[in-house]
T-cell receptor, first 111, second 111 residues
Framework: DAKTTQPNSMESNEEEPVHLPCNHS???????IHWYRQLPSQGPEYVIH???SNVNNRMASLAIAEDRKSSTLILHRATLRDAAVYYC????????????FGKGTLLTVNP | DAGVIQSPRHEVTEMGQEVTLRCKPI?????LFWYRQTMMRGLELLIY????????DSGMPEDRFSAKMPNASFSTLKIQPSEPRDSAVYFC?????????FGPGTRLTVL
């Protein structure tokens, strides 16, 4: 599996935007970029995914570099509920559903 | 839908005892995953099923671990005999089109 690199931790203030970076320089052409997050004492939850184009949904936006070697998860207005570990994961296309979780980024949101 | 259901939520047992963890996936999902999470090793995929058939069990630590999926609505993960190093949170997840939905987890403590 291609690897991803994320900062161990980041801090943000409530109601400010947050940009969570992820490097994946060995990404292959068929790898999708997935983001999951894990709130304290809960299972991970899906946030967003993309292949080449930027993506938006109700939770976040995903900005993908033109060369696809990096991406950024954007939370437009952080809330206290967004405090979690955020995982950037590369997943092969096709029928292989395997996800390999790294250490992720622990996001702290200050009131 | 109630989401992925896991039972029990907490299990405390003594070394050498058999432990059975249970999972009910979301109705209509055709893939099921068992993960284990510890502070030291993070979130690890143990095994995953597609259409009730085990596809990849390379993450199963050893022969003491076994998993079954007798039908589309039920799966078990069994540890026999259990050891203190098996203490962890075990998550079950299900999927239909790629996005995985995680259950609340079972916190296992082996004394």
């Amino acid at each position: 599996d291609a690897k991803t690199t994320q900062p161990n931790s980041m801090e943000s203030n409530e109601e400010e935007p947050v940009h969570l970076p992820c490097n994946h320089s060995t990404i292959s052409g068929t790898d999708y970029i997935h983001w999951y997050r894990q709130l304290p004492s809960q299972g991970p939850e899906y946030v967003i995914h993309g292949l080449t184009s930027n993506v938006n949904n109700r939770m976040a936006s995903l900005a993908i570099a033109e060369d696809r070697k990096s991406s950024t998860l954007i939370l437009h207005r952080a809330t206290l509920r967004d405090a979690a570990v955020y995982y950037c994961i590369l997943k092969s296309g096709g029928s292989n559903y395997k996800l390999t979780f790294g250490k992720g980024t622990l996001l702290t949101v200050n009131p | 839908d109630a989401g992925v259901i896991q039972s029990p939520r907490h299990e405390v047992t003594e070394m050498g005892q058999e432990v059975t963890l249970r999972c009910k996936p979301i109705s209509g999902h055709n893939s099921l995953f068992w993960y284990r999470q510890t502070m030291m090793r993070g979130l690890e995929l143990l095994i995953y099923f597609n259409n009730n058939v085990p596809i990849d069990d390379s993450g199963m630590p050893e022969d003491r671990f076994s998993a079954k999926m007798p039908n589309a609505s039920f799966s078990t993960l069994k540890i026999q005999p259990s050891e203190p190093r098996d203490s962890a949170v075990y998550f079950c997840a299900s999927s239909f089109s790629g996005e995985q939905f995680f259950g609340p987890g079972t916190r296992l403590t082996v004394l």
